[in-house]
């Protein structure tokens, strides 16, 4: 490198650093045009400084390395809290300006970017997704590197950097991420560059691998598959020197191996390159701080001068801080960036803050969804036959895995479910990436599989948000019972997704669709702790422009809803359905009619007349509970025959809401003429049972709303057993409604009576045989 | 090793598939002392087979070396859906049969034993609270190790061994947990032998470690901080020898590891030995079902051969395999267990079913907690001053730990918040754990330090977990929303405690205590994705025996809530506070009787006379909702004198449930009186408002509450700002009052418009200044 370039990189680097600081302090007066003065300095100095230099460091040397070889490239950053320094690139780079043109690259510009900076009506101080170039916002940690490997699937040209704290190294989910190695394909996907950034401290204690010998840490890394190199320093000549090298190194490395891989068809799995940096946190801020160390110290994570506007001292501290990144050599008298800070920014796309690939939008291409008659299932009456609704999406899933061989825009992830969940028909289509070893007994296995099997429900959620942020399609199937694992991550995609919403320049992604599967009803063979039926209760507390839960009561219904998720936009749909043989109850053509209102009355099977008041209402979301209110409706028509009973299903549970709290939700008027104004409404709920109020609580009919669901009661044990044991069952459903119509006073006594008598019946008979009732197991729906 | 020693071993092992191998199948003829037939077998088939016979080789020569060395030692069984593999040795060292004595160690326990087994009435079919010498459940994997730590952490004297399932190895938690090593304090706890278990496969994938060369899983396991010795083979034999070997080593290991930490004052963290075991999944099972391979793959992962009772072939290759095992060799007549199979196993409390640290509540001791008039702020008059009530709280922990000094049965985790969330007291008590290397700028660190600091949520709660159901106390402070991270992980810990309640022998341990600080209305420096209150609504679905959820409103009624909680056994306490500087409402005989009654009117704070109904109920739950209401309350005394405002405050969140759904839920009589049967309730509550509605819609106030609460709408801004995004402050619950009480009609309008006039100001008055109105920064109560 010559010593010119090395001028500009520091001057880059030196002008993000200065950008840094500017925005955590300075509330005007950005170029120092004059001596600081309290009133230029921010009333509540917030923010996160430790990070920002070494963010600063990394994005200029892609900046260089990027131009050089105009490679593609993006960066994910888990630092995400130095906002200020990824937000200071974008500004250098124009991208900020061209995304919000009042942020212009001047000093009014400047000025702008420095107040808006996490202040009331500006920006967050985290990369988020106003932060152009982002697809990670990086304030809750551990998903970086699943990100980065999600960016890379089926993106051939890209090189993925992703900086990696060594706070948030700590983490599970990243810990999980290094092995993503094992599923990059050199030919078809692009690659990561790991950048592990040790910079020693988290908030207020030393890092684990900050503070590993050399060698062990190189064990480390090298057992996740990776070759470190290292870049070691608190001298920025030197660092710069070694940045660029290493930079070089890795680009070559990855080209290599890609090259092997793509025209000499290798198949080993090489170990990619890696950056571990190692300078300073706070490098360049105050050394010291009322006499502590502050530099290379957990002090510097957030605000190392705190008292700026009061102290004197702080505030001559800071102007000095600032100044020594000698501004007037940075920026000309107008603000904008001298031509040397410049040199190294790349052109167009190819600026970090610039990639189509963090606005997935751009790229996205409507995903080939088939016409579902094709894989309907035959249904000339209701409950005549039985399929397995996953498998019968299946092979829907697998036309579309088929058709999207060439464009490669469309995976599944899953903990090592795939065919457990019924989905195997997939397995025509694709196989399952996997790099490392196999077995002549192994099956499906493929360098270029479009499945994706690992057993962490993190890695499969941050690998599918990487891919669908890039504007690719994805279906993540998961037991339902731990997909709360995911349950903060899914917290942070749909905050990232409500806010992109807002943004006019974030063109929409495909929505993360999850397929909810070996649900609490049925887990004959892992009982109590693989029962949890709560995630749509988590969502649902979350923006009700991005969530949307469905209970597909059978295959048709199943297919329609997949539908709709598949072809939508900036949603996360949680569709909720079992593997097991279920009843087929609508056609192809009800179940999209039925799916399209999301909630609607089933005459055929009730009593009541269309367009009379039924004496009560019987509800159901869910398979097995719709399968229980079936059961439920023909007793009652064989022992009460007069009774008018009406049957609703519902599939989109946010239509139990007001209009005024989700999209979806049902007028007044619809909701009445539904469920009545006053009727008992005996409800059998998929999960727990407490959602239903919290949804419908404002209704008219609330106070004869009784909701029957999952109260935590289960182990291994048979699937009817289940439903009784948390009175959801088809008997109890009977009794409900004998306690709750007053128009049967005593006269449904025998019938109530014959109904306990069959609970009781029940509870020897399993405890004998091990099995349901034949009456249960052998029942079907009769018209 | 002599052969009569091996042959003994192998007897116990082949003793334990044979029972393993039962309890799937058989339903009678448990001794095989006549042909099977197929009403022998169970009618569903039902459990996990791969794992089993790796599973009872670890325990057969855990056995060997506990015995042979008279060491107290714990396994965690990471695979714990092994079940019938833990389930027989247990009844083979008869453990089990004096757990339970009709499952004794004859022919008819053996027959009960196998009946019992994933069938209804039974047993579950995982590892579980049932199980005796068991801490982990294994059903959501991820956990063990962190487990294991737990529980080896403060118990010097034992050796907790830790099973790994190579499916298991791929989750984020365990593969954070490695790093555990740089936690564990050769002098003052105990050690964990990880035993990676390579059978091969998942449910129906190859696993990524078992994958891996040699050298290179070597490299990843030496960089994690351990020494790999590995045991590889599938003659049962040849194995035999290599685990007994490897045993002995890690055990001498580890002893030599103790000893120079303890007697020669080493200071080197050491590589602490592991055991790596390769055997086949399926081991000993059918080689071929089919036509198809399945020793060895994952197709032995549940029950190898399905079709036993109708399939002729299928019911005489189960007997074969049955047989295979010499039955008759290893059980006498009458089923007992014969001297040889018994050989290895260890006496009394050696026995790893017998271990009194798996039922941890036989060993806890009270914890000395101080009087908490010590720590206790003075309160003169309500409002009158400020403290941050997390410091406070320091201040009573810090006692607690210095109290525990002898006994060390008390930790505080955390990531790597304890000081950032005030509680940096700790630190004049005890330090930071951590082995791994240090610098002189370092504070607080320390080898035998009892607060824990990782930037891991998970593994902060597998290690609280691992201690505490070992019979030790502790406390979890996390910052609010990312508390989510350990949703799923809380789950387990639930459903464990619900079973375990039921159990009588399991004795009542230390309750789980999170302090949730760092809440969502003060994330100033970190915005949107840090804001999260919904932990509440997560755990409120679990059982109501277990969960406790809190919101003290101030710094006494914090210290009183942890009291109760640090005192409690069985339950897991949720204590959100802030860590802010905020009003001290109650003095600390006050706080003790409304945190005794949960929920009470705050008369000082209201213009309805007691024992008088009043206009309007004004209520808060959370300091922060304490604090807008306090100010509205002021308002409308100020505005609105002749309204009869009745400030109600909630510290426990369950009392607004019926008696019937939690033991905590007020009577009808006692939540009428306080928020009266038809007046207006405001409800200012600290998360999501749909909560509320949820626990109280059975109430008959109910159609007139009106909650305000976090509705996810948030960013950096500042703290006043926080409310009026989301309606929860003062002006607006004035507003609120004067929409919802019919008595104002329009008198108040004037007021209602000064309300609306300041959030307007509010509005332009933040977007200039960065700071919140001098009116709401200012503001204090006077009565």
Redesign the interface.
């Known amino acids: 490198m010559t010593e010119e370039e090395l001028r500009t990189l520091d001057a880059h680097w030196r002008a993000a650093n200065y950008l840094a600081v500017g925005q955590i302090y300075l509330?005007a007066n950005p170029l120092l045009t004059e001596p600081l003065r309290p009133e230029h300095i921010?009333?509540?100095l917030?923010?996160?400084w430790g990070t920002s230099p070494g963010l600063n460091l990394v994005h200029t040397h892609l900046n260089r390395v990027v131009r050089a070889r105009a490679h593609q490239a993006l960066c994910v950053w888990g630092p995400g809290?130095g906002g200020p320094a990824v937000l200071a690139n974008s500004w250098l780079e124009g991208t900020y300006g061209e995304t919000y043109p009042d942020v212009s690259r001047d000093a009014a510009g400047m000025g702008r970017l420095f107040r808006q900076f996490?202040?009331?009506?500006?920006v967050?101080?985290?990369v988020?997704p106003e932060t152009p170039g982002s697809i990670h916002?990086g304030?809750?940690?551990?998903y970086s590197l699943a990100h980065a490997y999600g960016a890379a699937f089926d993106n051939p040209d890209l090189v993925v950097a992703c900086v990696v704290g060594d706070?948030?190294a700590?983490?599970?989910?990243?810990?999980?991420?290094?092995?993503s190695t094992?599923f990059l394909d050199p030919v078809h996907d692009g690659a990561v560059l790991p950048i592990l950034h040790l910079n020693g401290y988290?908030?207020?204690?030393?890092?684990?691998l900050a503070?590993?010998?050399e060698a062990?840490?190189?064990?480390?890394?090298?057992?996740?598959?990776h070759e470190p190199l290292h870049v070691t320093g608190d001298d920025p000549r030197a660092v710069h020197r070694s940045m660029a090298r290493a930079m070089d190194l890795a680009f070559d490395h990855i080209a290599a191996i890609q090259r092997a891989a793509r025209e000499d068809g290798c198949q080993e799995r090489a170990a990619w390159p890696m950056i571990v940096l190692r300078t300073p946190k706070g490098w360049t801020g105050p050394v010291e701080v009322d006499d502590l160390?502050v530099e290379?110290?957990w002090r510097s994570h957030?605000v190392p001068l705190a008292r700026v506007r009061e102290d004197p001292g702080h505030l001559r501290e800071l102007e000095r801080w600032l100044r020594s990144y000698r501004p007037e050599e940075l920026f000309d008298t107008d603000g904008a960036p001298s031509a040397q800070v410049l040199e190294c920014v790349p052109d167009g796309e190819l600026r970090l803050g610039a990639s189509p690939h963090a606005n997935g939008g751009l790229l996205v291409r409507d995903l080939p969804v088939p016409p579902l008659e094709r894989f309907a299932v035959a249904v000339d009456k209701p409950g005549g036959t039985m399929h397995e609704p996953m498998r019968v999406l299946g092979g829907l899933l697998e036309r579309v895995m088929r058709d999207t061989a060439e464009r490669r825009d469309f995976r599944v992830v899953g903990p090592?479910?795939?065919?457990?969940n019924r989905l195997q028909d997939l397995f025509q289509a694709t196989g399952?990436a996997?790099q490392?070893?196999?077995?002549p007994?192994?099956e499906h296995?493929a360098r270029d599989g479009r499945v994706m099997?690992?057993?962490?429900e993190?890695?499969c959620q941050g690998w599918l948000e990487g891919y669908l942020l890039t504007g690719r399609h994805g279906v993540f199937s998961c037991y339902e019972?731990?997909i709360?694992?995911v349950?903060?991550m899914v917290?942070?995609h749909i905050?990232w997704l409500?806010?992109s919403r807002s943004l006019a320049w974030r063109r929409p992604v495909p929505s993360l669709n999850y397929l909810l599967t070996s649900h609490v009803w049925r887990q004959?063979?892992?009982?109590?702790?693989?029962q949890?039926p709560?995630f749509p209760?988590?969502v649902l507390?979350?923006?009700p422009d991005v969530v949307r839960v469905y209970f597909p009561p059978d295959a048709n219904t199943l297919l329609s809803v997949a539908d709709h998720a598949l072809r939508s936009r900036d949603y996360v749909n949680v569709i909720v359905a079992g593997k097991q043989p279920c009843f087929d109850w609508l056609s192809m053509d009800q179940a999209r009619l039925h799916c399209a209102r999301g909630a609607g009355i089933w005459e055929w099977a009730g009593t009541a007349e269309t367009g009379t008041e039924p004496d009560v209402v019987l509800a159901a979301a869910g398979d097995v509970p719709t399968q229980e209110v079936m059961a439920a409706a023909q007793l009652l028509r064989e022992h009460l025959p007069d009774l008018a009973v009406r049957v609703v299903n519902v599939i989109d549970i946010a239509r139990m809401q007001p209009r005024e709290e989700h999209p979806h939700g049902m007028s007044e008027l619809e909701f009445d003429a539904l469920f009545t104004r006053d009727k008992p409404v005996i409800f059998a709920y998929h999960g727990?049972p407490?959602?239903l109020?919290?949804l419908a609580?404002r209704r008219t009919v609330?106070p004869h709303l009784h909701v029957r669901g999952y109260k935590?009661s289960g182990?291994?044990?048979?699937p009817f057993?289940m439903v009784v044991r948390n009175d959801l069952d088809r008997y109890r459903l009977v009794m409900d409604v004998i306690d709750r119509v007053p128009v049967l006073a005593g006269r449904a006594a025998p019938v109530r009576q014959a109904m306990e008598d069959v609970r009781t019946r029940h509870h020897a008979w399993?405890?004998e045989?091990?099995?349901d009732l034949p009456e249960v197991a052998e029942w079907t729906w009769t018209s």
Chains 1, 2 share one sequence.
Request: no cysteine; hydrophobic share 30%.
């Open positions: 509330l921010k009333p509540r917030l923010g996160h809290h996490s202040f009331p009506g500006g967050p101080s985290h988020a916002e304030g809750e940690l551990g706070g948030e700590e983490t599970g989910p990243l810990a999980a991420s290094w092995h094992k988290k908030i207020a204690n030393p890092a684990v503070r590993l010998p062990e840490l190189d064990e480390l890394l090298r057992g996740y598959g160390p290379g110290t957030q090592d479910e795939t065919a457990s399952k996997w490392a070893g196999t077995l007994v192994d296995l099997e690992v057993l962490s993190h890695l019972a731990f709360h694992i349950d903060s917290n942070q905050k409500k806010i004959d063979h892992n009982g109590f702790s693989h949890d709560g209760d988590h507390n979350k923006s727990y407490w959602l109020h919290r609580y609330h935590e182990t291994t044990t048979t057993d399993i405890r045989h091990g099995t």
